[in-house]
């Protein structure tokens, strides 16, 4: 089983830089792909941001490229989501993902949840 947590999230205002962090342990290694999802209230949970545990593979979301950008610290085995510039509509819980393979980022093929995180930017 692979434990995914997440921290780093908060109250922040519009324009101000955020880094979310996601932990993982157990069994890492079944898990090639680690990525972020937010699900702002009322709304689904959509797809953000993926890594490959190397760093040798990264996609973020078009809407969000050039805002976001996601990294990851194998000898930590954590992923980071560097958000920056942010707006109101940014506001929603992410959650860290992890996948079995790259490339298939729909979260119907999501293995491991996190248990959210709370990002709220007021204007």
């Known amino acids: 089983q692979v434990q995914l947590t997440e921290s780093g999230g908060g109250s922040v205002q519009a324009g101000d830089s955020l880094r979310l962090s996601c932990a993982a342990s157990?069994?890492?290694?079944?898990?090639?792909?680690v990525g972020w999802f937010r699900q702002a209230p009322g709304e689904g949970r959509d797809f953000v941001a993926a890594?490959?545990?190397?760093?040798?593979?990264?996609h973020v979301t078009d809407s969000l490229k050039g805002r976001f950008t996601i990294s990851s610290d194998l000898a930590k085995n954590t992923v980071y989501l560097q958000m920056n510039d942010l707006k109101p509509e940014d506001t929603a819980v992410y959650f860290c993902?992890?996948?079995?393979?790259?490339?298939?980022?729909?979260?119907?093929?999501?293995?491991?949840w996190g248990r959210g995180t709370q990002v709220t930017v007021s204007s």
């Open positions: 890594i490959t545990w190397n760093g040798e593979s990264t």
């Open positions: 993902a992890a996948y079995p393979v790259w490339g298939r980022f729909d979260r119907r093929y999501v293995a491991n």
């Open positions: 157990g069994r890492i290694a079944t898990r090639r792909t």
